[in-house]
């Protein structure tokens, strides 16, 4: 890359929402705040492509029309070409506009239905006016035939074309003004497997041609994979880990994009690996999870240092922390008989009947008692008292570890009490001396 | 006699544009506890199929002619209330948005136990408590509670764990599962996975999963129809059609997927799109986009045959690999050239179990 500037640098974005609420939650300023992205930087060279990558309500989406200043961010500034976008007055903004386009999921919502292929792309000729001393016909034939449409079909309604004939009429459109950087949302989501194959070469194609940068927003890594220089997963509003995809693939990961990784249905009948199944759903980001925003589904969670754990004995103990919190564990339905009753809810809980460490045993019986007496903040102020992790008190920052910047603590040196796993860091020391995780000591 | 037996299905939409032909000659078996996927993409009819099974064509469509047979009854004979009572109870269905199956103002717990006390004829305490050991067989956390929470306070994968929970309300033996994954999170998507599996193989259900996902199918299916404008164009068991497609479309569908961790470039794709199933290419349908289409195959419609054998195939009793390709059956020169890897350390599969997969690369 030439020059120190990228061409885009997001830095310090939040978008926030007020949540629904009703007239009394506003009369008395109840109205709380739903962090759709919380405080997000990365960088996209020229020519690049940055993959934004994470699940339904992690903010992805969120993020590309900020940059665009669709929405207004709260909070960051967004650097193009150097120059903080965030400030910019309408009109300048409309200038901007030749040189960042958008292109969406759906093309079928973003086409107006009543206007010609020609039209559609010589509506956005005209507002941004045609450079050089090409005729507009040949410049909208010119833009069909690089998207690999018939020029002869520039006559034809939205309606008399497939999905990924759409999708590159989208494509045209946005060329259109010329632009540096296209946002592309979910492009390929909606379209069949040979037909996304096409699109997504086609991006590439003209990413070569025309030197554009891409943000490119996918919740499926094995479609960014492909034609990012660079991806970030994100959860929750925040990114979890970034790097190259030679970085992100290969362990150690962020533990959630691990699971991300595991998840992908393998095209191999006799695949024999072994699959993450997270538990619940991603947590509202209306009161999102404290400390690290995965640890009420992480199955790498850390454990406690002076406690001994297994490690999936102390991932129940921590979905029952956070049940109790939520107040999310049915009581009535089980007898009056106190036992049954524990055992009941340790079965629900997937506990086992008796945890390895003696002290932590009794703790969650203490616990679980509480639940018996539908006491769950008790229940969940004596788990959150007793047994202390970073995860859920400390919010992890990205920190550069040898292969792409991951926010974690298992990749922090300063916290030692990880699980052994050959967690790698900056200066190649290895986090956790196992004491806690290993069960066979 | 396998439990359900379908025998060229010919369903048609009759539409100001013309005639529509949705299925032709379709026939298939699914096994009694059988998991039979039906791959393919939009416009290949999959879903026209599983709508037939459950006599839901609406106008203009009708189901022209051909059989299904369910445990040897014909269902195209039966009259509305015995399908009725037939849906839900023996034959049920899951579809991909979950939340238009539920209904929104009436309770899950509600819905479950009317689906229950219709099919099995319990009272009211019996059916609920029938229902919330649904609830939570299929995963839903307190279920007692949940119970009387309406669809809207579920999430996606929730709301899709009460529509297996209805599915599974009344002991079916054939589950039909339309995408029923494909609205969720990959996170999400593999939890439901693994819970048809399990409920699967407790109950010894048979599933049929329509799905475009090759990957949902490697994992979950016994058997596999891969289908392509409105006819199956290849059937086989799983590994014959992951690891020796004999069609040179399951070969481009396998080989457009993108991978992680494989070194290609470019994906590879099957040119054009799905003909218009008003106005089909004559001979193999497929021929404009097959890389190995040759002029014998614009005049010949290549039939279902045994690949080995070249004989016609016999879907309903015969479990051989079977192709819709004149490669099969001797009238093409030429041959079908590609290459199949499956990426491995050195022996398949990988000693650590963690990174062995199939990829197919056309020519
Ligand atoms: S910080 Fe803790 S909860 Fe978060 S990803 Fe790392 S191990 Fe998991
Ligand atoms: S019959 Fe011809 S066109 Fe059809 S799949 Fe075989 S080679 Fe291709």
Redesign the pocket.
């Known amino acids: 890359m030439s020059g120190s500037e990228p061409l885009l640098r997001v830095e310090g974005l939040e978008k926030y929402y007020e949540s629904e609420s009703d007239f009394i939650d506003r009369l008395l300023g109840r109205q709380k705040k739903v962090k759709a992205v919380d405080g997000v930087s990365f960088e996209i060279n020229e020519g690049e492509t940055l993959g934004l990558v994470g699940e339904s309500g992690c903010g992805k989406s969120t993020i590309g029309r900020s940059i665009l200043q669709l929405r207004e961010p709260t909070a960051g500034s967004v650097y193009f070409k150097g120059q903080d976008i965030t400030t910019l007055s309408d009109s300048e903004l409309r200038d901007l506009r030749k040189e960042m386009q958008i292109i969406f999921q759906n093309p079928q919502s973003s086409l107006n239905p009543r206007l010609t292929v020609n039209d559609i792309i010589g509506e956005a000729l005209d507002i941004h006016g045609i450079e050089g001393d090409v005729t507009r016909d040949a410049r909208i034939k010119d833009l069909l035939e690089r998207v690999g449409l018939n020029a002869s079909h520039a006559n034809r309604y939205p309606h008399e074309f497939s999905g990924g004939q759409l999708q590159r009429i989208g494509i045209a459109r946005a060329l259109a003004v010329d632009p540096d950087f296209i946002v592309c949302d979910e492009p390929v989501s909606a379209l069949d497997v040979s037909v996304q194959a096409q699109i997504l070469n086609l991006l590439e194609d003209l990413q070569d041609e025309l030197g554009i940068a891409y943000l490119f927003i996918a919740h499926d890594l094995s479609v960014v994979e492909h034609i990012a220089d660079e991806i970030a997963v994100m959860y929750l509003g925040k990114i979890a880990e970034i790097g190259t995809p030679e970085e992100l693939f290969v362990p150690p990961q962020h533990p959630y994009t691990e699971a991300l990784l595991s998840a992908i249905p393998e095209p191999d009948p006799l695949w024999e690996g072994d699959r993450i199944l997270l538990e619940g759903s991603v947590p509202s980001p209306i009161d999102p999870p404290s400390g690290c925003k995965f640890h009420t589904r992480c199955p790498r969670v850390i454990p406690p240092s002076d406690y001994e754990f297994e490690q999936e004995e102390w991932r129940a103990v921590m979905s029952f922390r956070h049940r109790a919190r939520e107040e999310d564990i049915a009581v009535e339905t089980f007898g009056d008989d106190d036992d049954a009753l524990t055992e009941a809810l340790r079965d629900e809980l997937d506990l086992p009947s008796s945890l390895t460490d003696p002290e932590a045993e009794r703790v969650v019986e203490e616990a679980l008692r509480s639940v018996a007496d539908e006491e769950f903040a008790a229940a969940e102020s004596v788990l959150r008292e007793t047994f202390e992790t970073p995860c859920t008190t400390d919010e992890p920052a990205l920190r550069r570890t040898d292969a792409g910047r991951v926010a974690c603590h298992l990749f922090d040196p300063a916290y030692e009490s990880g699980p052994t796993d050959g967690t790698r860091t900056d200066d190649g020391a290895v986090t956790g001396d196992g004491a806690a995780a290993s069960g066979d000591d | 006699m396998a439990m359900l037996e379908v025998e060229d299905l010919n369903v048609r939409f009759y539409t100001d544009d013309g005639v529509v032909k949705a299925t032709n000659d379709l026939s298939y078996r699914i096994e009694a506890g059988e998991r039979f996927g039906v791959v393919g993409e939009s416009g290949a009819g999959k879903s026209v199929t599983s709508l037939a099974l459950m006599r839901l064509i609406d106008e203009p469509g009708v189901i022209e002619s051909g059989e299904i047979r369910f445990k040897g009854q014909n269902l195209l004979e039966m009259n509305e209330e015995e399908m009725r009572s037939l849906r839900g109870n023996e034959i049920a269905m899951i579809f991909q948005d979950a939340e238009t199956a539920l209904n929104p103002s009436y309770t899950v717990g509600e819905q479950i136990s009317e689906a229950i006390r219709y099919h099995l004829d319990l009272d009211e305490a019996a059916a609920r408590e029938r229902a919330i050991e649904t609830l939570e067989s299929v995963g839903i956390p307190s279920a007692a509670e949940r119970y009387s929470d309406y669809p809207h306070e579920f999430s996606g994968g929730m709301q899709q764990r009460v529509v297996i929970a209805i599915a599974l309300s009344c002991d079916p033996d054939l589950i039909i599962a339309d995408e029923p994954t494909t609205a969720l999170d990959v996170t999400i998507e593999a939890q439901i996975l693994e819970l048809l599996e399990e409920v699967a193989t407790e109950f010894d259900t048979a599933i049929q999963l329509i799905t475009h996902d090759l990957g949902v199918v490697a994992e979950f299916c016994d058997r596999v129809m891969v289908m392509y404008a409105g006819h199956p ?1 290849e059937m086989a068991p799983v590994e014959d059609v992951y690891y020796n497609p004999q ?3 399951t070969v481009g569908l396998m080989s457009s997927i993108p991978r992680i961790g494989d070194d290609r470039d470019r994906l590879q794709t099957i040119p054009g799109r799905m003909p218009d199933l008003i106005e089909m290419p004559p ?5 404009p986009r ?5 002029e ?2 614009t005049r ?1 419609d ?1 039939q279902l045959v045994d690949v080995e054998t070249g004989d016609p195939a016999d879907p309903i009793n015969s479990d051989a690999q079977t192709a ?4 099969h059956t001797g ?2 020169t030429g041959e ?1 050239e590609y290459e199949v890897t499956v990426r491995g350390e050195d022996d398949f599969p990988g000693p650590d179990g963690a990174s062995s997969s199939a990829e197919v690369t056309d020519r």
């Open positions: 164009v069609h040179p479309y001979g193999c349908n497929f021929h097959c890389p190995y289409a040759e014998s195959c010949v290549p819709a390709c004149l490669a009238e093409l079908l």
